[in-house]
């Protein structure tokens, strides 16, 4: 099955469960050279949506997905991939065994924007669910937000 690296709100294993019961979690992992950032507002949950752009003194933590062929469709249909709003990328994630290739969701729209705060604590949360580092969750809480939707 392909793996698929998910650095927003798919980072929680019970929501991805919801979501695509037949991809287990396989793991997590880092995409070096990678910023998490937000952009698309006019497509947002009252706000800006995340997505990742290169950078090469960064680094955004990602739970790994075995993601079968019909999850993978329903995913692309909740990503809104179907309608071209995220676009698929394939990068490479380091994982304590070494490095996977992966694909992941990249925003087809313009860097900038806030997100909401609800939106951001739902990241948070995300993450600490995936086992983030304290210090990586305590910073997406700390980002920047719109104060619509708290």
Not at 48 to 60: G, N, S
């Amino acid at each position: 099955m392909p793996l698929y690296a998910a650095f927003g709100s798919n980072m929680d294993p019970r929501r991805m469960g919801e979501r695509c019961p037949h991809s287990p979690l396989q793991g997590t992992g880092w995409l070096v050279g990678w910023r998490l950032t937000f952009g698309g507002e006019e497509h947002g949950w009252d706000g800006a949506l995340a997505t990742i752009v290169e950078d090469p003194l960064e680094q955004v933590f990602v739970a790994i997905y075995d993601i079968t062929g019909d999850d993978e469709e329903h995913l692309d249909a909740l990503e809104s991939a179907d309608t071209g709003l995220y676009r698929k990328t394939r990068v490479r994630v380091s994982t304590m065994t070494g490095e996977q290739l992966v694909w992941t969701y990249v925003l087809d729209a313009y860097e900038g924007g806030l997100p909401s705060a609800s939106y951001l604590g739902i990241l948070a949360e995300a993450a600490q669910s995936a086992d983030a580092p304290e210090d990586y969750v305590a910073a997406l809480r700390a980002r920047p937000c719109r104060s619509i939707g708290s």
